[in-house]
């Protein structure tokens, strides 16, 4: 069984926001770091993590998480700095590529290539087997694994060894610095039925094949 996740927030997460909220309501907050591995929290329900950010070719700050984590119209929040406010918004979710593109503010974050162990800095094709792949997750962090690319069919998806669990949707999968994948599910056991996770390509030619928000993308 393949399982699709996102992290649930819990009760004191949603308390804590609304009593910042409540407390800097006239401040100017200062703007969040976020990168690719960053943690998210959507709609103060669900806990995910960002694959990564850039601009578009209209020159607008985007960024990429799965796309169960959330629809049109979702808001986003930095799970590490809440004090930034809403950092941006879901502009649009293929449930079927499930990816997701998310619009920031460019005034509340400052978008950094690199977070935790990973540094972004190009898209690439589908990895191949045995290449070895690696994540950044806001739940288990930096974990690498084989690629079984050429085991299986690629021309979508990519599976490994890494272990992901709960909140990891949307981490970058990575070969070097080069981001090829964005990490959506697990089969059957976490941290050891293999990751699946959708192709960094295939997901580029759908957002420049519609022409919308998101195309000519190019990561920071």
């Known amino acids: 069984m393949i399982r699709k996740f996102a992290g649930v927030v819990g009760v ?27 943690g998210i929290i959507i709609d103060d329900m669900f806990e995910c993590t960002v694959t990564t950010v850039g601009y578009d070719g209209a020159g607008r700050l985007v960024g990429l998480t799965a796309g169960h984590c959330g629809d049109p119209g979702a ?4 799970e590490k700095d809440r004090g930034a406010g809403q950092i941006g918004t879901f502009v649009y979710s293929d449930h079927d590529l499930d990816y997701a593109i998310i619009q920031f503010d460019p005034g509340r974050i400052i978008p950094v290539n690199h977070i935790g162990n990973v540094t972004i800095t190009g898209l690439g094709g589908p990895p191949g087997f045995p290449m070895i792949v690696c994540k950044e997750g806001r739940t288990t962090g930096n974990t690498c694994g084989i690629s079984w690319g050429d085991v299986f069919d690629t021309s979508v998806e990519t599976w490994s060894q890494m272990c992901v669990v709960e909140g990891d949707s949307g981490a970058p999968v990575v070969v070097g610095t080069t981001l090829v994948g964005m990490v959506n599910a697990y089969l059957a056991v976490a941290c050891f039925g293999p990751e699946v996770g959708t192709n960094m390509s295939s997901i580029m030619n759908d957002i420049n094949n519609r022409g919308s928000i998101g195309a000519g993308y190019r990561p920071i």
């Open 12 to 38: 004191f997460a949603v308390l804590s926001t609304a009593l910042l909220g409540a407390g800097t309501a006239n401040a100017d907050p200062a703007p969040a770091v976020i990168g690719g591995g960053s």
């Open 75 to 78: 808001k986003v929040w930095a």
